[in-house]
């Protein structure tokens, strides 16, 4: 039987971690965070010492990506999510972790993706998909909130003028760009708590199911 997939997509901070996660317990379905496939293969980089900008050597590490050993802890860190998005550019990557997010489902009944070419590219057959996203100020102050509450310190503008760099970086990339899926239901959560973010996308996946 041809798997069920909730595809959730968006940019940094939006909430679509949270969310994913949110569904990904409610309805018992296993959950992939994609953005973690790109971070093992900077970070397995970066800890080599190799260059975040040579195809063929990053398509290497891609290709023998285990995803059973990502670790969420580890791989969190600021600096990991902005190489992740250099490595993230590039074909041979993609085509690679595209294979490894499409197996991993494949196997599944049913799963949760979340990442910012789910509804697009990886999964465009998805029978729900949900795009969510807020404005920069609002996920830079989510950030900002989630550094700070942990004891660390924190720059808002900085956090801001990353968050802006990077999504730059993912809306204008030629491979596989953050948009919306034509079919994709939009939720902005600038001002929505979430809970009523799941609520609409509960609507939409029992619709769906
Ligand atoms: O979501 P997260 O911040 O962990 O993603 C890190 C980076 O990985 C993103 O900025 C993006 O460049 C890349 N990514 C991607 N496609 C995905 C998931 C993440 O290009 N499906």
Do not use: C
Not at 104 to 113: H, I, W, Y
Not at 145 to 164: F, P, S, V
């Amino acid at each position: 039987m041809k798997p069920f997939i909730v595809a959730i997509d968006g940019p940094a901070a939006s909430g679509k971690g949270t969310l994913a996660r949110r569904v990904a317990i409610h309805y018992g379905m296993p959950h992939l965070d994609t953005g973690l496939t790109y971070r093992a293969v900077a970070k397995a980089l970066l800890d080599k010492g190799l260059p975040l900008d040579d195809e063929p050597i990053a398509a290497d590490e891609a290709l023998h990506l285990d995803l059973r050993t990502m670790d969420k802890n580890i791989l969190s860190a600021h600096a990991i999510g902005e190489a992740a998005s250099k490595v993230a550019v590039m074909p041979a990557v993609r085509r690679a972790l595209v294979e490894a997010q499409r197996n991993f489902a494949r196997a599944l009944p049913a799963s949760v993706l979340d990442g910012r070419d789910i509804g697009t590219v990886v999964f465009p057959d998805a029978q729900a998909k949900l795009y969510v996203f807020a404005s920069p100020e609002v996920r830079a102050k989510r950030r900002y909130d989630e550094i700070i509450g942990k004891g660390g310190a924190a720059d808002y503008a900085e956090i801001l003028a990353d968050l802006k760099k990077r999504d730059e970086r993912d809306t204008t990339r030629t491979d596989s760009p953050l948009k919306p899926a034509n079919d994709a239901h939009l939720i902005d959560t600038s001002e929505m708590s979430i809970e009523a973010a799941f609520l609409a996308a509960k609507k939409l996946i029992d619709h769906a199911l």
